[in-house]
């Protein structure tokens, strides 16, 4: 539709199903790239690198490049970067949010830090806990990367950043700043990077409660799609609605 000329696409669920490519999503994409829209891959997973995940969209014919995506790491580099450029962080996560806050030039800290940011860590530990903890009662700001209490994978749902998190907060009685989707702060991230307003972009997900919630809560218009997380049956008992909703993104009419 001529209204939106940015678009911005949620990942697992929406583009591929785990190692699987959505062959809906990757048509839908390389149409976006021939009629010269822009688009962003916009994805709460704050464990994996852009370069990763360009690198496996590409695998999937998919075109992409590292500047087409926006992890909840770089968003949380870019907020913290923002609220004080020169902060001395702690941060607990995987090469992801490593790079991320390597790349903002962000420096490591964990005797005396500005800020904590937690992120995905399927390594984590006591003491890395025990530091953390330490850190925010000494005053240090906590920022965590997505509320996201729980992930699927093979055998079902196994414990998100979101769960992680919690011990932290249970700990300390300090909640964190929220990054990730449903939050609006990792909206306003990718509008920034991608040049454009609320009016001309189209937030596109499977998830209500991350995807679709982040688009409502920005104030930008919503694609869910019914290839992931929330069925057709479920969306019908939220109490508001995207803006549409289709089957799958081979329903989506160009002009």
């Given at each position: 539709?001529?209204?939106?000329?940015?678009?911005?696409?949620?990942?697992?669920?929406?583009?591929?199903?785990?190692?699987?490519?959505?062959?809906?999503?990757?048509?839908?994409?390389?149409?976006?790239?021939?009629?010269?829209?822009?688009?962003?891959?916009?994805?709460?997973?704050?464990?994996?690198?852009?370069?990763?995940?360009?690198?496996?969209?590409?695998?999937?014919?998919?075109?992409?490049?590292?500047?087409?995506?926006?992890?909840?790491?770089?968003?949380?580099?870019?907020?913290?970067?923002?609220?004080?450029?020169?902060?001395?962080?702690?941060?607990?996560?995987?090469?992801?949010?490593?790079?991320?806050?390597?790349?903002?030039?962000?420096?490591?800290?964990?005797?005396?830090?500005?800020?904590?940011?937690f992120g995905m860590d399927?390594?984590?530990?006591?003491?890395?806990?025990?530091?953390?903890?330490?850190?925010?009662?000494?005053?240090?700001?906590?920022?965590?990367?997505?509320?996201?209490?729980?992930?699927?994978?093979?055998?079902?749902?196994?414990?998100?950043?979101?769960?992680?998190?919690?011990?932290?907060?249970?700990?300390?009685?300090?909640q964190p700043v929220f990054?990730?989707?449903?939050?609006?702060?990792?909206?306003?991230?990718?509008?920034?990077?991608?040049?454009?307003?609320?009016?001309?972009?189209?937030?596109?997900?499977?998830?209500?409660?991350?995807?679709?919630?982040?688009?409502?809560?920005?104030?930008?218009?919503?694609?869910?799609?019914?290839?992931?997380?929330?069925?057709?049956?479920?969306?019908?008992?939220?109490?508001?609605?995207?803006?549409?909703?289709?089957?799958?993104?081979?329903?989506?009419?160009?002009?």
């Amino acid at each position: 539709m001529e209204k939106y000329d940015a678009f911005l696409l949620d990942l697992d669920g929406t583009v591929y199903r785990g190692k699987e490519e959505i062959p809906e999503a990757v048509a839908f994409v390389k149409t976006l790239k021939r009629k010269g829209l822009r688009y962003l891959f916009v994805t709460n997973n704050s464990t994996r690198t852009k370069e990763a995940v360009a690198d496996q969209l590409s695998g999937f014919g998919i075109p992409c490049t590292p500047d087409d995506v926006l992890t909840t790491s770089m968003a949380t580099a870019s907020y913290i970067k923002a609220q004080k450029p020169d902060a001395k962080v702690l941060y607990i996560g995987e090469q992801g949010l490593k790079q991320a806050m390597e790349q903002a030039d962000l420096h490591y800290e964990d005797r005396n830090p500005d800020y904590v940011a937690f992120g995905m860590d399927r390594q984590i530990t006591y003491e890395k806990y025990s530091k953390a903890c330490l850190a925010i009662r000494s005053g240090a700001k906590f920022v965590s990367t997505n509320p996201d209490v729980a992930l699927p994978n093979e055998q079902g749902l196994v414990p998100g950043n979101g769960a992680l998190t919690s011990v932290i907060t249970v700990s300390t009685g300090v909640q964190p700043v929220f990054i990730g989707k449903p939050e609006p702060i990792i909206i306003e991230l990718a509008l920034q990077k991608i040049g454009t307003t609320k009016q001309r972009t189209l937030m596109i997900g499977d998830n209500y409660d991350t995807d679709i919630m982040a688009g409502i809560n920005s104030g930008i218009d919503t694609l869910i799609v019914h290839t992931g997380v929330t069925s057709e049956e479920a969306l019908r008992t939220k109490p508001i609605q995207p803006t549409y909703s289709l089957k799958s993104l081979s329903e989506w009419i160009f002009n």
